[in-house]
């Protein structure tokens, strides 16, 4: 059974910057495109960053210039550095398959942007 384990939220003030780590049980990000998610208090999860197996990403418009998502599978684990963090960026981030099915979800980790 693969297990998620997401790390490196926290508090940072508006236009700071945070790096996401997403590390799993087994090494299967060679064989999935792996996407963030994320899910603010009252709001739908969503998709946010998504990178293929070749390194292909893509980014919801509001963290496109921002955000970058990124995998090192040697070590399975898929990264999102977070620069010029907004308020509205606050939310618990997951990360899972980008495409079809998806493997039980983490515990997240909560990304608070305030001053």
């Known amino acids: 059974q693969v297990q998620l384990m997401e790390s490196g939220g926290g508090l940072v003030q508006p236009g700071g910057s945070l790096r996401l780590s997403c590390a799993a049980s087994g090494s299967f990000f060679s064989v999935n495109a792996m996407g963030w998610y994320r899910q603010a208090p009252g709001n739908e999860r969503e998709l946010v960053a998504t990178?293929?197996?070749?390194?292909?990403?893509n980014y919801v418009d509001s963290v496109k210039g921002r955000f970058t998502i990124s995998t090192d599978n040697t070590k399975s684990t898929v990264y999102l550095q977070m620069n010029t963090l907004k308020p509205e960026d606050t939310a618990v981030y997951y990360c899972?398959?980008?495409?079809?099915?998806?493997?039980?979800w983490g515990q997240g980790t909560q990304v608070t942007v305030s001053s």
């Open positions: 899972n398959r980008a495409n079809g099915w998806k493997y039980p």
């Open positions: 990178i293929t197996t070749t390194g292909i990403t």
